[in-house]
């Protein structure tokens, strides 16, 4: 990929095609390389930063300017990387500085990595663990590939490009809302930029490991271990399981191997999680995994897992932090599950687009089963295919990253949008896509009520295993008879999960009936709602919206002040309000308690 200078000097004030150089070298979920298991560099820790809120970098191609001081300029610039803030990595730009709180638009990261080359075959890697929302990557002046998708990662190979010494590696990040991106322009949560997950650099053999998948079969006495190369080569991997005394080779051909083996491992569970120690191997190359086997299905309204009925009492979250804003560090992971199961929760949501990978890792070791799900949130340009294919990217990188890890049950491919044959037609894709990447899981989606017939009722519903409900009668709708209606009315063929219902309460606000925005009226609101959930002969869960208050700049009464204020805690994830003890309370529904 070149990208040259033109000679004028003043080319770039008229140039509005100055993205085109930058659209190749798209990384997508076919060149992800997971990097989970393997010993990878850091490239976290101090970069030098500049905002840039006119894509000026790219029009002036700033990444092609040498690293010389200000003194040795022929020609004055508009860039200078020392004269850019120092600014850790991960992290996002709108916690930092509070003039930057909402700033939106693009920035250029930089730091160094001293290359030392190793085996002359050697290839390198660079692995990204989320930039929101666009990124694109420069090594030394050069353009190496780029990434759309604010929640998911990307790798980038640099293998042509490292020196050895010290080479410059410069990422522009730019987190616009667009009506064309997933999510659009118009969401409830808030609108963090930057380089906001780990970097890191993986040194990998000539062919190496690209995609390991370990799953139990449905039947729960054989296990299938899928595996993917980075070339299209024929050979032999193999795969070991000490504890069950598993070790089998599995035949490569065009760089893709599967097999199924006899295994009777100890199952994962909520109650007992255990993990077994995988590893799979290929020539040089070796990915280590910790790997728990469960099997999840559904049968009639019941969810099974391991072939048993189950109910899943949850609560949704958001990645979002006073300080860090959508960096999650492993303590607040901690935290956030600590809370959930004080709660007595053995579920939760994360909203609204794929987490840290490290939640799901937790939770495998913690024993609590996930929702995970892509931003296809509201109104989203359904009809556009280039929308279409970033949203499939990123339900698709979302499943690679996380396919080994037992706490996800159910992959989410929407929230609350509505009804047409373009929406319909784009989320059946996502729900065929999950499947196809993963037949091992359950899909689902909010899905639509029927607001004149008060039922559930959505055309996507047939496309998915579990049909997610988002309702707040006695919130957003005086009272709580729409729900009486909607629970008595609709007869689902297939378990129904209230994927949201919720209250905001301004913390310390107190008072008595439906007093909006008090402590008491979240707490009696979550009482009736559940009360009518767990009564209910299809509803199989609950996801209560939602365990901490969180920014979003919709919200700007005086009870707001901009945060949405639906957390049984506040935003300092420690105080907790009536609501918390209400639903640490409820007991939900013994599991397979039904009627039909
Ligand atoms: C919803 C949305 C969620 C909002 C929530 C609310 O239905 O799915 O993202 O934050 O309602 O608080 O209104």
Not at 244 to 257: C, D, N, P, T
Request: aromatic letters at 10%; one cysteine or more.
């Amino acid at each position: 990929m070149t990208d040259e200078t033109p000679d004028d000097p003043f080319h770039h004030l008229h140039d509005e095609d100055y993205a085109r150089p930058y659209l190749a070298g798209l990384a997508t979920a076919q060149t992800l390389v997971t990097l989970a298991g393997r010993k990878v560099e850091s490239l976290d820790g101090e970069w030098r930063m500049t905002l840039d809120l006119f894509d000026e970098g790219l029009r002036q191609k700033w990444h092609a300017l040498d690293d010389a001081p200000p003194s040795q300029w022929a020609v004055p610039r508009d860039y200078d990387i020392e004269a850019g803030e120092r600014v850790p990595v991960p992290s996002c730009w709108n916690v930092l500085k509070p003039e930057w709180t909402h700033f939106e638009g693009g920035a250029w990261y930089t730091r160094w990595i001293d290359w030392t080359p190793g085996p002359t075959d050697e290839r390198a890697v660079l692995g990204f663990g989320g930039a929101n929302y666009a990124a694109l990557v420069f090594l030394t002046g050069t353009y190496i590939g780029r990434h759309v998708g604010g929640s998911t990662p990307f790798s980038v190979e640099a293998t042509a490009h490292l020196k050895p010494g010290r080479n410059r590696l410069q990422v522009f990040v730019e987190n616009r809302r667009r009506s064309d991106r997933a999510p659009m322009h118009h969401f409830d949560w808030f609108n963090y930029g930057g380089l906001y997950r780990e970097v890191s650099l993986a040194r990998l053999p000539p062919v190496f490991i690209r995609h390991v998948s370990v799953a139990l079969m449905p039947d729960r006495r054989r296990i299938r271990v899928d595996i993917a190369l980075s070339d299209a080569i024929d050979g032999e991997a193999d795969v070991e399981i000490d504890a069950l005394a598993l070790k089998a080779s599995i035949e490569v051909h065009a760089g893709r191997g599967a097999i199924i083996v006899d295994a009777a491992p100890e199952l994962w569970s909520p109650e007992r999680p255990r993990l077994y120690d995988v590893v799979v191997r290929h020539a040089d190359d070796a990915v280590r995994e910790r790997i728990g086997f469960r099997t999840v299905a559904t049968q009639g309204t019941d969810l099974l897992l391991n072939g048993r009925p189950v109910w899943l009492k949850g609560v949704c979250v958001h990645e979002d932090d006073l300080a860090l804003g959508k960096v999650s560090t492993e303590a607040d992971v901690r935290r956030r599950f600590r809370h959930a199961r004080e709660l007595g929760c053995n579920f939760l949501r994360l909203a609204h687009y794929p987490h840290h990978e490290h939640v799901a890792r937790i939770a495998d070791e913690e024993g609590l089963m996930l929702w995970a799900e892509v931003p296809v949130y509201w109104a989203i340009d359904f009809a556009n295919p280039a929308t279409l294919a970033d949203a499939r990217n990123q339900l698709s990188e979302l499943i690679l990253r996380d396919i080994n890890r037992a706490s996800i049950v159910i992959w989410g491919v929407g929230n609350e949008n509505a009804d047409t044959d373009a929406r319909l037609a784009f989320m059946a894709d996502l729900a065929a896509t999950a499947k196809r990447l993963d037949p091992s899981r359950l899909t689902s989606a909010a899905c639509l009520i029927n607001r004149d017939r008060f039922t559930i009722e959505d055309r996507l519903a047939g496309h998915l295993d579990v049909i997610g409900v988002n309702e707040y009668f006695g919130w957003y709708e005086p009272d709580f008879s729409g729900l009486d209606r909607l629970l008595a009315n609709s007869s689902p063929d297939r378990p129904v999960i209230v994927s949201e219902t919720g209250a905001d309460a301004a913390h310390g606000r107190r008072g008595a009936g439906r007093l909006l925005f008090s402590e008491d009226w979240q707490a009696d609101f979550l009482e009736a709602q559940l009360t009518r959930i767990a009564a209910s002969d299809y509803v199989r869960g609950v996801a209560v919206w939602l365990l901490y208050d969180f920014r979003s700049e919709r919200r700007q009464t005086g009870f707001q002040r901009g945060f949405n204020r639906k957390g049984l805690i506040g935003a300092d994830k420690e105080t907790k309000k009536q609501a918390f003890d209400a639903y640490r309370r409820w007991r939900p529904p013994t599991a397979g308690r039904r009627q039909d």
